[in-house]
């Protein structure tokens, strides 16, 4: 996912000579089709992630549209206050793309367990926060995001994340997509465990229960339609993030349910605490969080 | 100069009108730092009496020098210097930390001439950089300068910027520590000592000019040249007096929260040689 979209975003650059791309020495083998054909677009600025959220400000202010590249926490948590108070207060077009996001690197130990990183960049002004599930979505969202001007949120996956969409499929900032249509209970997901999602709806039918799915490559602005959609015509709505269940993707759903009048049972799929320490790939670690298809059982 | 304004200014005259706003506009709101504004006062009336180049009438204009306060809690004074230059009311000084008022307690951007809200300390210095990295990609021969307080070096923030910029020879950039040699709880040595500070500097590749930060000519010398370390970023270390300029604030702690009260809101415009 990481590759597609760097070579994406090197093409989008080479026609918008305002766009630069700052790394904080991170993205080797990733970021050289960007740095080796655009050189004057781009700035590895040293393993400052502080400074860099704020040169990007300066940046922005002087007239670029600018992109941060690093990995998990390091250009979200890190920098925190930089983005809170000079890109995000300020409104700028400064677009964060952590790779490696939820628990892509799951082994490396849980510094670079990247799994509040959607939460916290919600609650910041002006933010679009942006987490797509498959190669297709992630070079449909970027050139939407950098036209938009203001600042956003790419989570990315590391490599080798499997294409879940045809190639035609139209991908909008802001709304979600329904890819399978039932009536019993609806799976509404985020980011590449959306392939759990499906298989669990797989698993469901084979049960008998009527199960749809929604992909959400967009948090916030959420999409407050599909949402209501999926609590009025289902018994059931299950979230399903690779990130805290606190104050997450799962989160914003429940609030948008209530504030709806809807109260369908509900149930959030994601990280717990419990977590935190443990270490392994990616699908050993999800697996630690159990099958989806049980949590989906559990609520009807 | 393309601007209205920056020649042929009496710079400690003008430095005078500052310090006189800002124990106005300090007392009025009963606002604390009136001792972070009167130590730059002097650096302030140089900038835009002096040195940089602005047009009060395009705030915008994509040619004019950027400055930042990075120790945004000095913000009547610098609000005082935009009214100085014309980029908002005197009147307007009135306003400062009042409800609804544009002129926050600490730098706004809102307000015409400000380049950047600040307040958090550390943050000025590395968005300084990305405007001055935005220049030398550009081909653009404006300057960008920075207002570091001493205590907010403390911030690691500032380092890191501090070691970017001389990477990247970014010499179009120009960090002015205004160094009272006071912070919150105390002095700078007692609290975190920042000595010797200009090595530090020096020791970053960066060019070097400390100076008395009352002495105009000074810093008029400093401020205007060219880059003294050819291709790397310059700092203005100014030697500075905490609350400069009324005798019974100079180089007091208290002054870091207090504002005056009306007799000595007299006393202090009094001794400025300014009727209140």
Redesign the interface.
């Known amino acids: 996912m990481r590759t597609e979209c760097i070579e994406a975003l090197t093409e989008y650059a080479r026609a918008n000579p305002d766009v630069m791309l700052l790394t904080a020495d991170l993205g080797y083998s990733v970021l050289e089709v960007f740095a080796d054909n655009l050189p ?1 677009q781009y ?1 590895n ?2 393993v ?1 992630e ?15 549209r600018v992109v941060l590249y690093s990995i998990a926490n390091f250009p979200t948590l890190r920098c925190l ?2 983005l809170r ?2 890109v995000c ?2 409104n700028l077009p400064v677009t964060v793309i952590a790779v490696g996001g939820g628990l892509a690197y799951g082994a490396q130990g849980y510094t670079h367990h990247g799994v509040e990183d959607l939460g916290i960049m919600a609650m910041l002004p002006n933010m679009a926060v942006t987490c797509p599930a498959d190669p297709h979505e992630a070079i449909s969202l970027l050139p939407q995001i950098l036209e938009r001007r203001q600042p956003a949120y790419l989570r990315l996956g590391r490599a080798g994340e499997p294409v879940l969409h045809a190639p035609d499929t139209a991908i909008t900032l802001g709304e979600a997509i329904w890819l399978r249509r039932g009536a019993d209970i609806a799976l509404l997901a985020t980011g590449p465990i959306l392939g759990r999602a499906l298989e669990a709806a797989d698993a469901l039918a084979e049960q008998g229960i009527s199960t749809s799915v929604a992909t959400f490559p967009t948090i916030r602005p959420l999409d407050v339609a599909a949402v209501r959609e999926a609590g009025r015509s289902h018994r059931a709505v299950l979230t399903i993030e690779e990130h805290n269940t606190v104050g997450g993707f799962g989160s914003r759903v429940a609030e948008t349910l209530l504030a709806e009048g809807l109260a369908p049972r509900f149930g959030k799929f994601g990280v717990t605490d419990a977590l935190r320490g443990q270490i392994g790939n990616q699908s050993w670690m999800l697996d630690r969080l159990g099958e989806v298809k049980d949590h989906a059982l559990a609520l009807l | 100069m393309d601007s209205a304004g920056t020649n042929h200014i009496d710079t400690r005259d003008l430095a005078r009108r500052l310090r006189a706003h800002v124990l106005r506009m300090t007392h009025r709101a009963r606002a604390s730092h009136v001792g972070s504004c009167l130590s730059m006062a002097d650096i302030q009336a140089v900038l835009y009496g002096a040195v940089l180049r602005f047009d009060r009438t395009r705030p915008a204009w994509a040619d004019r020098d950027r400055v930042i306060v990075s120790k945004g809690h000095a913000a009547a004074i610098v609000y005082a210097a935009l009214a100085e230059s014309g980029f908002i009311p005197i009147e307007e000084l009135d306003t400062y930390s009042g409800n609804g008022s544009r002129l926050a307690g600490h730098v706004t951007k809102v307000v015409p001439g400000v380049e950047l809200s600040t307040g958090s300390l550390g943050h000025g210095l590395p968005v300084a950089a990305g405007m001055a990295l935005a220049a030398q990609r550009a081909g653009a021969d404006w300057r960008t300068f920075c207002i570091l307080s001493d205590g907010e070096l403390d911030e690691g923030s500032n380092w890191e910027a501090v070691q970017f910029a001389q990477h990247f020879r970014l010499d179009n950039l120009v960090a002015i520590v205004d160094y009272n040699k006071i912070q919150s709880f105390g002095t700078v040595a007692e609290i975190s000592d920042l000595h010797p500070l200009a090595e530090k500097f020096h020791a970053f590749n960066w060019g070097v000019h400390e100076i008395d930060g009352h002495d105009h000519d000074a810093l008029l010398a400093a401020l205007e040249a060219k880059p003294i370390r050819a291709g790397r970023p310059t700092v203005v270390v100014a030697h500075t007096v905490k609350g400069k300029g009324v005798s019974f604030m100079e180089d007091k702690l208290l002054w870091h929260y207090r504002s005056a009260d009306d007799a000595q809101l007299a006393a202090a415009l009094a001794e400025l040689g300014v009727t209140s």
């Open positions: 004057g700035a600025v040293g400052c502080q400074a860099m959220a704020g040169i990007a400000a300066g940046l922005a202010l002087s007239g670029r206050e930089q108070n000079d207060y300020h």
